[in-house]
């Protein structure tokens, strides 16, 4: 199956401050890559949408000069969390997808904690 | 809008006690049906894809089944290490859409 890296698993930062998770295809090139928030015990809620070389669709509710999304290659997007909040804190999911039709492989998510 | 709605929220089951998911959806044309296996903590991990009512597809002990409304998600003899969240997923052809849209999961917990 095909692999999508997400980095860093895991990251603690102060309010105010901004936090990048970068995603990465490894075997494959991405046409489309998905950013998801996850609440606890609750299912995948779609941020936005991105095609390499092209500004990312953004849900409604989601703040685009927040939530800053990068799609510079076919192997990389990078979600970039802006003046961090503690509400920010939560469990973020990227996916990578070869063509419209394919199905969705996801990285392995980046819990995020703003104190 | 596309919908999806999983059944049952949650289901404990004895080891080697078969059971089925099922996952019903509205979606103005369908694109595809996706199954994924989410571990707590981690990304989902993909099962299987179905694009056309009639189609199953098997892998070790599921095997998933596909009509016009609803997917099974079907779990043989199923064993400790089945326990996960399962999320069901649709992609319709409404506006160019290319994203999926998630149901709620079925929490599943198998017992030895």
């Known amino acids: 199956g095909a692999v999508v890296s997400q980095h860093p698993s895991r990251v603690i930062c102060k309010s105010g401050t901004s936090v990048k998770i970068e995603c990465r295809s490894l075997?494959?090139?991405?046409?489309?890559m998905f950013w998801y928030r996850q609440f606890p015990k609750k299912s995948l809620m779609l941020m936005a949408t991105?095609?390499?070389?092209?500004?990312?669709?953004?849900e409604q509710g989601v703040e685009k000069d927040k939530f800053l999304i990068n799609h510079a290659s076919l192997t990389l997007s990078t979600l970039t969390v802006t003046s961090a909040h503690p509400e920010d804190s939560s469990f973020y999911i990227c996916?990578?997808?070869?063509?419209?039709?394919?199905?969705?492989?996801f990285g392995q998510g980046t819990r995020l904690t703003v104190v | 809008e596309d919908q999806v709605t999983q059944s049952p929220e949650a289901l404990r089951l004895q080891e080697g006690e078969s059971s089925s998911l099922n996952c019903s959806y509205t979606?103005?044309?369908?694109?595809?049906l996706f199954w994924y296996r989410q571990d707590p903590g981690k990304g989902p991990e993909f099962l299987f894809t179905?694009?056309?009512a009639g189609e199953e597809k098997e892998k070790e002990r599921l095997k998933a089944t596909l009509t016009k409304k609803e997917s099974f998600l079907h779990i043989t003899a199923p064993k400790p290490e089945d326990s996960a969240t399962y999320l069901c997923?649709?992609?319709?052809?409404?506006?160019?859409?290319?994203?999926?849209?998630f149901g709620k999961g079925t929490k599943l917990t198998v017992n030895p």
């Open positions: 996916s990578a997808r070869r063509g419209v039709n394919t199905e969705a492989f």
């Open positions: 075997d494959f090139q991405a046409t489309t």
């Open positions: 991105s095609n390499e070389g092209s500004k990312a669709t953004y």
């Open positions: 979606v103005s044309g369908l694109r595809g």
């Open positions: 179905l694009y056309s």
């Open positions: 997923a649709v992609q319709g052809t409404q506006g160019g859409s290319e994203k999926l849209v």
